[in-house]
Nanobody, 122 residues
Framework: QLQASGGGLVQAGGSLRLSCAAS????????MGWFRQAPGKEREFVAV????????YYKESVKGRFTISRDNAKNTVYLQMNSLKPEDTAVYYC?????????????????WGQGTQVTVSS
């Protein structure tokens, strides 16, 4: 199971840190991703981190503003979001993909969290 938290309402230019806690003993073998879905839009990839934490990949529009990280000892993945923009408003989902490679499409992800709302006001 994946449990996402940390969403909220923030003004443009502000920051939020999302967390996703995973249950189970195989967390460290999964690539972990963050996706988001804005109202009326399809779910889109945001960021992914490989099991070791040694490689990350981001959606172009969040590069330099968002940072994905993980703590395998705590079975938790994080998404630090800085310089937030109104267009970042969405429900954010964490997800787990088996295997150790970067995955940017949701079809590769086996497990999903329940989502946490991020709202950025202008």
């Amino acid at each position: 199971q994946l449990q996402a938290s940390g969403g909220g309402l923030v003004q443009a230019g502000g920051s939020l840190r999302l967390s996703c806690a995973a249950s189970g003993r195989t967390f460290s073998s999964y690539a972990m991703g963050w996706f988001r879905q804005a109202p009326g839009k399809e779910r889109e990839f945001v960021a992914v981190i490989v099991p070791s934490g040694g490689s990350t990949y981001y959606k172009e529009s969040v590069k330099g503003r968002f940072t994905i990280s993980r703590d395998n000892a705590k079975n938790t993945v994080y998404l630090q979001m800085n310089s937030l923009k109104p267009e970042d408003t969405a429900v954010y989902y964490c997800a787990a993909a088996s295997g150790g490679v970067v995955r940017t499409t949701d079809k590769w992800y086996n497990y999903w969290g329940q989502g946490t709302q991020v709202t950025v006001s202008s």
